[in-house]
């Protein structure tokens, strides 16, 4: 998994770098997922193994020890370059990997400054404007509690750089009631720059339907809201999250194209799908970019944004993910308009989107570039 096959047609290096300093939107990243390696070696110099290690369930620690990318971190984290723990060779490794990192966030401090670490990235990348995934089930049981994590995802997303908003990932595998409790836990402590939630996890296990209770709730509060569908399960998901939980946008979705008249139901009620496409690969919902559904969707007039999902775990960032859209045969105007759909399908008002398309506009008029 570590390196992601696409077909060979060539991108001009000039289109690289007009996407690299163009202003772009992420509608699907997670925020753990989205920390720079360097800042997770800073925590493990914080953190001796023994520290941490304490706390991780014996059924844990094995499957930790059956990894030969997680195993040398159980050691000596620091005499192991970090970019070898972020190599896998199955979906349960990636998975493994990803839980095993959760045990190093112990204090509103490192809350705080992974959050600072990633919003830098963005920044670094010209994300201007990002609406950031937080499973904060994650924090909460090591540890930090609630109104430390929402004090930290309002004053951080205050700071200069790329306007963050918030979507809670309220984390199916914990069940129904469950997520209720934890969304009214948040509510409780009034996050300014919260604007919806959506659902991670287990599809299998936990399909949209078992939800509607908990989307009704984050509706009459007027949250907005998104839900992982699509991905594991077939279209059925999809119609179940647009039906039952009155989703606005689909985290992923991406199988709705096994069903036709799905597809045309999302294309005339301008339903969003949040597109991963190197997340897919990796996850093996895809075999590879050739055959990823993007171009069907797109050309079925169904609106899509791209974006990242994992991208240190992935190994890709958005810039990437639309280079891998040109090698499906997306076209470089295509490209651009589906980058602004990343501001079209955002959860802010109407005139906040209408800034960031003019940013956009003007650095296409800049680049002498028009779609
Ligand atoms: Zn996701």
């Known amino acids: 998994m570590t390196s992601c096959t696409s077909s060979n047609t060539p991108v001009s290096p000039d289109f690289r770098e007009f996407l690299a300093g163009m202003p772009k939107a992420e509608l699907h990243l997670h925020l753990r997922g989205a920390m720079p390696p360097g800042f997770f070696s800073y925590l493990l110099e914080k953190y001796p193994p023994k520290l941490v290690l304490g706390d991780v369930p014996k059924r844990f620690l094995d499957i930790f020890n059956r990894y030969d990318n997680i195993r040398p971190f159980l050691k000596s984290p620091t005499a192991v370059p970090i970019q070898t723990l972020f190599k896998y060779c199955s979906f349960d490794q990636f998975l493994a990997t990803y839980l095993f990192t959760s045990y190093f966030f112990r204090t509103a401090a490192d809350f705080r400054n992974l959050i600072k670490a990633v919003r830098s990235e963005l920044t670094s990348q010209n994300i201007v404007y990002a609406e950031i995934t937080v499973s904060l089930i994650e924090y909460l049981n090591q540890g930090i509690t609630m109104e ?61 339907a078992q939800f509607e209770s908990l989307y009704a709730r984050a509706r009459e509060e007027g949250l907005h809201l998104s839900v992982h569908a699509g991905e594991a399960l077939g279209p059925l998901s999809v119609w179940d999250a647009l039906e039952i939980l009155k989703v606005e946008r689909v985290g992923h979705g991406i199988r709705a194209v096994e069903d036709p008249t799905l597809i045309t139901h999302l294309a005339e009620h301008k339903i969003p799908l949040e597109i991963c496409p190197t997340s897919n ?91």
């Not at 300014?192 to 996890?201: D, E, F, P």
């Not at 999902?309 to 295509?334: N, Q, R």
Request: charged residues 20%; hydrophobic residues 40%.
């Open 148 to 208: 430390e994590l929402t004090l930290a995802l309002d004053e951080t997303a205050d700071e200069p750089g790329v306007e963050v908003m918030w979507i809670a990932d309220l984390v199916r595998n914990t069940g129904p009631l469950k997520t209720l409790e934890t969304l009214d836990r948040l509510l409780a402590c009034c996050p300014r720059r919260l604007v919806g939630i959506t659902l991670g996890g287990n599809e299998h296990q936990f399909p949209p």
């Open 281 to 371: 690969i990796q996850t093996q919902v895809c075999r590879d970019y050739e055959s990823h559904p993007l171009p069907s969707l797109h050309a079925a007039g169904v609106p899509i944004s791209l974006n990242t999902d994992d991208p240190t775990f992935f190994h890709t960032t958005l810039v990437d993910e639309c280079l891998h859209a040109c090698t499906m045969g997306i076209d470089e105007s295509d490209i651009v308009a589906i980058l602004a759909g990343g501001f079209q399908h955002a959860f802010i008002p109407k005139d906040r989107k209408a800034i960031f398309l003019q940013q956009l506009k003007n650095y296409c008029g800049q680049h002498n570039f028009s779609n």
